[in-house]
C-alpha cells in the first residue's frame, strides 16, 4: 500500500481540487482533448462537460413532456424552439469535437480511420441521432409528431455517462455476491465507485421533483393544467423510492452495524434513515388502497416528507441531533421556563381580560395563543388587551420573550459551533496518532479526506492544520536532549525520520543544481555526503 510523507501531502489534491498539469506547448488537437475529454487527466473539464450535457438531457426531457400539454406548450412556442435550438447546437459542438478529436482518443487512436472509427461507434451513433432529426426536418418533409417522438432519443445521451460507471462498478465487484452488490449500489462503501454516486443524484433529483409537484399541485390553476402529470409524477416518484427501499432492506445485512443483530433487517426498518424513506411512500399506498373506506386526501400533505430523505447526503441534521442530545438539560430547562411563564400568563390574561373581551379570552386554552405570540414577540394583533392591567402585562411579556425565547436558540448556535470545533479538534487528534511513523498509508488518507470534507475544511484552514501538528509533533521531539534520545531506539528512530524529512524538505525548496555546484567548490561535501544527498533526494 502506497505510503506519502505528511510534509509532501498536496493539500488541494486531498480535498479534490486539483489542477490539470498540462504542457501549454502541446499540439492543439492534443492540448484540446486533454483539457475537454479525457479522463484519465484530474483537474481538466471533462467531468464538468459530462455534468452539464447530463443537466441538458434531463431539461430536454421535462421540455418534451410539457410540449404534450397544450396549456403550457401554446402560449410559450416560441421558448420551447428556442430553447430546441440552443440544445441542439450544444449537441451540435460536443458531436463535432468528439469528432474533431477522435484521433485522441485511447479506443480510435490506433484505428486506421479514427474519426470513421468514431461515427460507427454505439456512442456517436446516439450522438447523431440526438440531433439528426431537428436537421432532417429542413430538408426532408417529416410528420413534427414523428420529430417530437425521435428527440426522446436524446435521453440515450446519459449513456455515455452511465456506461462507463457499470464497468467501473463491475471491476469493483467481481466475484461478490448479487447481495453485496446492491449494498455497493445503495450504501456508501469502496464498491460503489461512480454508479453510486449517480444513483445518489438520481434520488436526490427525484426527491426534488416529488416535492415541487406536492407543493405546485396546491395552485389550483396549475393542478387544473397538470394534474395528470402531477399524478403520474407521483406515482413513478413511489415506485423509485419503493424500489430503493426494498433495495436498502435487502442488502443492510451486508453493513457491520446490523451483521450482529438477531433480527438485521428489523434493525435496520426501525432506524431513522429507514423511518423517512417508509414515510416517502406510505401516505400513497395508504390513499391507494383505503380511499374507499376513508377520505384520505389530508395525507398528501405529508408527502413532503420526502424531502428528509436529503437528510442522508448531508450531516448537518446529523450534528445537530448530537448537540440536542448534548445540551438536553439546559434546554429542558429552558423549555420548561417558558411553558410556566406561558401557563401563568393565560391565566392571568383569562382572568383580566374575559370580561372585557368575552369573545376573544373565552377560556384558558384560548389565552395561551395570545401569550406564545405576545413572549415571542410576534404580535399578529387579532388578540390584544383592552384594560389597563392587561396591557401593562403584555409589556412585561413582550420584555421577558426577547430573553426566553433567546435563550434556546443562543444555546443551540453556540453549541452548533462549539461541536464542529469538538470535531475538529477530533480529527486534530487523528491527524497527531497518524503522524507517529511520519507518514500516511492510503487508508489514513482516505480517512483524512473525508473527515475533511465532512467538516468543510477549506484548502488554507487544512494546511493550517496540517502545519500546526507538525510543529507540535516536531517540538515533542527536539525539546528532548540529543543524548537522551540516543538512548530510546524508537525515540532515535523518529528523530532520524524528522531529519530526513527536513532533508527532503530542503531539497524541495532548493535548486538542485546551483546545491551541487557549492557542494562541490572548495570540498564543503565529502562525495560520500553528496552521494547521500541524492539518495534521499531520490536522485540516483
Known amino acids: 500500500m502506497s505510503k506519502q510523507y505528511i510534509k509532501d501531502i498536496d493539500v488541494n489534491e486531498l480535498l479534490g481540487h486539483q489542477k490539470a498539469n498540462i504542457a501549454h506547448d502541446l499540439p492543439r488537437r492534443k492540448w484540446l482533448y486533454s483539457w475537454l475529454l479525457d479522463p484519465n487527466i484530474p483537474g481538466n473539464f471533462q467531468t464538468d462537460v459530462d455534468k452539464w450535457i447530463g443537466i441538458l ?36 459542438i460536443e458531436y463535432l469535437t468528439r469528432w474533431y478529436l477522435a484521433p485522441e482518443d485511447e479506443e480510435f487512436k490506433g484505428k486506421s480511420s479514427p474519426r470513421v472509427a468514431f461515427m460507427l461507434s454505439p456512442f456517436a451513433i446516439i450522438d447523431f441521432l440526438a440531433v439528426a432529426p431537428f436537421y432532417f426536418q ?93 399524478i403520474i409524477l407521483d406515482a413513478i416518484a413511489v415506485g423509485v423510492f419503493t424500489v430503493e427501499l426494498f433495495l436498502r432492506i435487502y442488502s443492510c445485512v451486508e453493513d457491520p452495524q446490523y451483521q450482529d443483530r438477531v433480527a438485521p433487517r428489523l434493525g435496520y426498518v426501525k432506524s431513522g434513515s429507514a423511518i423517512i424513506d417508509i414515510l416517502a411512500v406510505t401516505p400513497f399506498f395508504l ?26 447526503y448531508n450531516d448537518a441534521t446529523e450534528i445537530l441531533i448530537k448537540v440536542v442530545v448534548r445540551e438536553w438539560p439546559v434546554m429542558s430547562a429552558s423549555a420548561f421556563i417558558m411553558m410556566l411563564l406561558v401557563v401563568m400568563t393565560a391565566s392571568l390574561g383569562y382572568l383580566f381580560e374575559h370580561d372585557a373581551q368575552p369573545d376573544k379570552f ?16 410576534v404580535g399578529y394583533g387579532d388578540i390584544s388587551p383592552v384594560t389597563p392591567v392587561g396591557r401593562f402585562m403584555t409589556i412585561i411579556l413582550a420584555l421577558l420573550g426577547i430573553g426566553i425565547f433567546a435563550i434556546p436558540a443562543a444555546l443551540l448556535s453556540s453549541a452548533f459551533s462549539d461541536q464542529l470545533v469538538k470535531e475538529r479538534d477530533t480529527l486534530k487528534a487523528n491527524l497527531f496518532s497518524m503522524l507517529k511513523d511520519g507518514e500516511l498509508d492510503e487508508n489514513e488518507i482516505i480517512l483524512l479526506r473525508n473527515e475533511a470534507k465532512r467538516l468543510h475544511l477549506t484548502v488554507e484552514e487544512l494546511n493550517q492544520l496540517i502545519d500546526q501538528i507538525i510543529k507540535e509533533h516536531d517540538v515533542n ?33 532548493t535548486d538542485h543544481h546551483r546545491f551541487d555546484e557549492a557542494a562541490q567548490q572548495g570540498y564543503r561535501l565529502a562525495p560520500q555526503d553528496l552521494t547521500i544527498w541524492k539518495q534521499i533526494q531520490g536522485k540516483s
Open 362 to 377: 373565552e377560556n384558558i386554552p384560548q389565552s395561551i395563543y395570545w401569550a406564545v405570540i405576545t413572549l415571542a414577540s
Open 57 to 92: 438531457i434531463v431539461l430536454n426531457l421535462f421540455s418534451l413532456v410539457f410540449e404534450h400539454v397544450p396549456a403550457v406548450y401554446e402560449p410559450n412556442q416560441g421558448l420551447f424552439h428556442a430553447f430546441d435550438v440552443f440544445s441542439v447546437a450544444v449537441f451540435t
Open 138 to 230: 429542413a430538408f426532408i418533409p417529416i410528420d413534427l409528431r414523428m420529430l417530437r417522438f425521435l428527440r426522446l432519443l436524446r435521453i440515450l445521451k446519459l449513456f455515455r455517462i452511465i456506461i462507463p460507471a457499470i464497468h467501473e462498478f463491475r471491476e469493483l465487484n467481481q466475484g461478490r455476491t448479487f447481495r453485496q452488490k446492491m449494498h455497493a449500489l445503495v450504501f456508501p462503501s469502496d464498491f460503489g465507485g461512480k454508479l453510486h454516486q449517480i444513483f445518489d443524484v438520481f434520488i436526490a433529483i427525484w426527491v426534488l421533483l416529488s416535492v415541487a409537484s406536492v407543493v405546485l399541485e396546491s395552485i389550483q390553476s396549475l393542478d387544473y393544467i397538470l394534474h395528470l402529470q402531477f
Open 477 to 509: 521531539t527536539r525539546e528532548i536532549p540529543l543524548v537522551k534520545v540516543a538512548e530510546q531506539p524508537e525515540l532515535a528512530v523518529e528523530h532520524y525520520k524528522q531529519l530526513l524529512g527536513e532533508i527532503r524538505r530542503l531539497g524541495l525548496l
Open 287 to 312: 390513499e391507494v388502497f383505503l380511499h374507499h373506506l376513508f377520505d384520505l386526501r389530508f395525507l398528501r400533505v405529508f408527502r413532503l416528507a420526502r424531502l428528509l430523505k436529503l437528510t442522508r
